[in-house]
């Protein structure tokens, strides 16, 4: 099981992964931070840039914070850091 550190920018223009700011990983949502409808977007863009189901990711931390931890249960960390910097090159 991985974990990863987010720091979340919620209504912002697009979804996308934005890159490292040390051992946190800077993301942006179009979505609003209310009723968790930007907590349903980190998830799903997480899931979906890693090609992995949403069940697989989980926020276990920072519900109502920018700053949240989220777990990657079928990657470890190394793996995750390996994706995760393949999109950003790319």
Do not use: C, H, Y
Not at 9 to 26: C, E, H, I, Y
Not at 31 to 51: C, D, F, H, T, W
């Amino acid at each position: 099981m991985a974990t990863l550190r987010v720091k979340v920018v919620p209504k912002a223009s697009r979804n996308g992964l934005v890159g490292w700011m040390g051992d946190t990983l800077k993301l942006r949502v179009t979505a609003a931070p209310e009723r968790g409808k930007a907590n349903a977007a980190v998830i799903a863009l997480i899931a979906e840039s890693l090609q992995l189901a949403r069940k697989r990711v989980r926020l276990v931390a920072g519900e109502t914070s920018e700053r949240k931890i989220i777990e990657v249960d079928v990657l470890d960390d190394a793996e995750l850091q390996r994706r995760i910097d393949k999109i950003l090159t790319s």
